[in-house]
């Protein structure tokens, strides 16, 4: 029987619909209307972090567009698939336009969820925003311990372990014959919130492995000149480093080691070390520098080489980090069909209760903390392309030690 609705509880119901959007509030969207799932993220399009921003923004469209050529997401209560909209802002790598763009995406555009923006500058006061307007936030790239910390009952954060991610460089070490191993190291990380969490782990990490660091000292962030710091590692012997900055600063630092005569025989960078941009900046000079990596299109996951090769055919140029953005949005889907609503605590739940297979990045399991990870990678510029040298599983290949800038 269908049952109409007239005179005073009508209006009741329409001023009630009324004032909630005079008061900002959230207006449930009466099932015959929703005809979409919309998705917002804010991400670094421009700016210092614009090159991630790019891949990740390409990864979630390529999801989208896939789930949507599928007819969209079943979501039992409103018994049909629903496709995706997915809104993407630029927050120009400025944390406080992000917070801007958060609130905007939910009060103007009506977000049902939100997608991860990149790292945890920018991720944190994002996901702060979110936990505020009660939105469900499925996170990435955010240094698991700070997030943690804040007890958010609206976000999960799905990243890297610190203590596996610093173990990498001694276990691609402890894989060169001693001989030819650096006899002494460096530690070089950028003097930032993610530069002064992962210095402390990279020396733990290294005893643990019987490795110690002969040189320590931050990187300056947006520096011109590394000259002086350069000279320290020269005058000291130091023969292999690990370099935590960002793409720029990577580049100039590389340009004056050959500059300075610095001769390391293993270089390995994180964060700004893995982009085509890097290679194109410095051209050979590139080669033999190590980069870490959240994916490889060589992992055996289903869909793995197509997305890498789509990516490819797109931009001529490889991505170790498209699979990790492709994967959030994978486990989002099979959330929301999973709970059976809109709902972003429901859907939240779901994704600490679903044993997510056959991602992209693999079998994906959420903890009761609302967190995740998966294993960093490390991949060397070897003939001008990003070589996986880790995990140490098949495809990997061996690591290559970097000969003098004059014998290259």
Partial sequence: MMMTLRGPRLMGLSLVFVAAMMLGLPTAVPAADKNEIVIGATLPLTGMLSMMGAEQKWAYEQAAADINAEGGIYVKEYDKKLPVKLIVADNETDAGKAVAAIERLVKVDKVDFLLSDSTLPLVMPTAVAAEKWKVYYHATIC??????????????DYFFDGAQATAVPFEVLDTIPEADRPKKLALLAEDSTDGRI??????????????????????????????????????????????????????TFVR????VGLNLKYLHGYKGTWGTEFWNALGQDAEYILADGFWSETYPYPRAEEIGERYYQNFNKRSV???????????????????????????RE?????????????????????????????????????????????????????PPWDKR
């Fill in 321 to 347: 980090s498209i699979g990790l953005f492709y994967a959030l949005c994978q486990t989002l889907f099979q959330a929301i069909e999973a709970a059976g609503t809109l709902d972003g605590a429901k859907v």
């Fill in 143 to 156: 240094l698991l311990p700070p997030w943690q910390e804040q007890k958010f009952k609206w976000s999960t």
């Fill in 256 to 259: 004056q080691m050959k500059e």
């Fill in 198 to 251: 992962l210095g402390p782990i990279f020396k733990e990490a290294g005893k643990q492995y019987g490795y110690e660091f002969d040189y320590e000292e931050p990187v300056a962030v947006g520096s011109k000149d590394y000259s002086s710091q350069i000279l320290k590692l020269k005058s000291k012997g130091i023969d292999g480093a690990i370099l935590f900055a960002g793409s720029g600063d990577c580049v």
């Fill in 350 to 402: 779901a994704v600490l209760t679903t044993e997510f297979k056959g991602t992209v990045m693999g079998d994906i399991k959420y903890n009761p903390d609302g967190t995740a990870v998966f294993p960093l990678a490390a991949f060397q510029w070897q003939e001008g392309l990003l070589r996986r040298v880790y995990p140490f599983v098949e495809g990997a290949s061996p690591v290559l030690i970097a």
